[in-house]
């Protein structure tokens, strides 16, 4: 039995969203052919709509959405933040990829970290929580120091609180400012992975191999392809993040982060179920970028090459590179195998993802310090 017919370039795409990840998704889009509307409030300015063919400066109700059948052939989106019963309802009348399943359980993290434990796949020990006396308690049984993550609405380190013991637990939640939450024990960590991956419409799997991400205050700061473990654990993270897919019965694009421990052991952190900022790199380093592989998976196309072309790192450029000004862009191309991407962003602020800067190299190592040393020279006030 025949799938569904794949989605061809002159059709029309909607993507839920209107940032960054949007935008390079769009120009992705275009550039094979496809028109792309954008949703979201305030869509017009933001850089997704900037690049696209229509902008519907709307919340994504289930009317809006519902309505987009008549014009668009799939549905996308680009983050976690959306009403789960409008996607529902325009998956009454439109595919949406990933599905809402995916999305429902990927935005909530106690239905995340169920999901996980079910599946049988590693995940950190932890409890979900409904007010700071059951924070208490977990706290007490899993051990201080821990983390208080809220269910929904966390990324790049918001909505979490480290506790040193249960006594910190009240002023921490109070913090978090969440209804529900999650206890989570803390990691020895040595290292954050992260793999990302692809899953079409008929089942098929493709995956990037393990990428290296340094943090700096809880937001990504520094990618690197092809992270230095034991083969093994590499195996262990494509076939977890295979799973994930299978589970979620996932189509298009998306990311498994992973903490590892000092014993050397993997265990999820979360689920992005998009194209992933450590996935950036693959734009300039592999056959496929990770946006282009979301267009295929999602028009219902075979999955594009994965093969690494060279050795990639990206940096991030966040709001303090512009602290002294405008930063002196003609660095930038000093360096052959630097690409810029600056994503139309407004007023720079402090930990507001402006762009980011890919470097190739000859090796993984080269092209780190070339990308850090870039940004250094971008950016001397900057400390990695």
């Known amino acids: 039995m025949s799938g569904p017919a794949p989605i061809l370039p002159g059709a029309a795409i909607g993507i839920l969203g209107a940032g960054q990840l949007g935008r390079m998704l769009a120009m992705a889009a275009r550039r094979s052919g496809y028109r792309v509307h954008v949703i979201a409030p305030g869509a017009g300015q933001a850089p ?3 690049v696209a063919d229509r902008v519907h400066d709307a919340e994504p109700t289930a009317e809006l959405l519902s309505s987009l059948a008549d014009e668009v052939s799939v549905l996308t989106y680009e983050f976690e ?24 359980t990927t935005q909530h993290r106690i239905l995340e970290k169920t999901f996980l434990r079910e599946h049988g796949l590693p995940v ?4 979900a929580v409904h007010g700071p006396e059951e924070a208490a308690a977990a706290v007490a049984r899993i051990g201080a120091p821990a983390v208080i993550k809220s269910a929904g609405l966390g990324y790049d380190g918001k909505g979490q609180a480290r506790v040193e013991s249960a006594d910190e637990v ?25 793999v990302v991956a692809a899953r079409g419409v008929d089942g098929s799997f493709a995956h990037y191999g393990v990428t290296e991400n340094r943090h700096r205050h809880h937001i990504l700061d520094l990618s690197i392809g092809d992270a230095e473990l034991d083969p093994a654990v590499c195996r262990q993270a494509v076939e977890i993040a295979r799973a994930v897919g299978e589970g979620l019965d996932a189509v298009g694009t998306y990311c498994v982060e992973f903490f590892i421990d000092g014993a050397g052991r993997l265990m999820v952190n ?9 996935g950036h790199l693959t734009i300039e380093g592999a056959a496929t970028s990770q ?8 028009c219902g196309l075979p999955l594009g090459s994965t093969r690494r072309l060279a050795p990639a790192a990206m940096v991030n450029l966040l709001g303090d590179v512009w602290d002294a000004g405008t930063p002196p862009w003609a660095e930038v191309y000093q360096e052959p195998t630097a690409t810029l991407h600056l994503y139309g962003k407004g007023a720079p602020s402090p930990g507001r993802k402006m762009g980011h800067i890919t470097v190739l190299g000859e090796d993984r190592q080269e092209a780190a310090e070339r990308a850090l040393n870039l940004r250094n020279r971008l950016a001397p006030h900057v400390v990695s």
């Open 291 to 298: 946006f282009d592989q979301q267009l295929r998976a999602i």
């Open 270 to 278: 979360e689920i992005a179920p998009r194209p992933h900022n450590s």
């Open 170 to 194: 009240s002023a921490a939640w109070s913090a978090v400012g969440a209804d529900e939450a999650v206890v989570e024990a803390c990691v020895d960590l040595a290292m954050e992975v992260s």
């Open 81 to 104: 933040n959306l009403p789960r019963a409008a996607v529902e309802a325009a998956a009454e009348r439109l595919p949406v990829r990933p599905s809402p399943r995916a999305l429902a």
């Open 124 to 127: 950190v020990p932890f409890e």
């Open 48 to 50: 997704a709509g900037q």
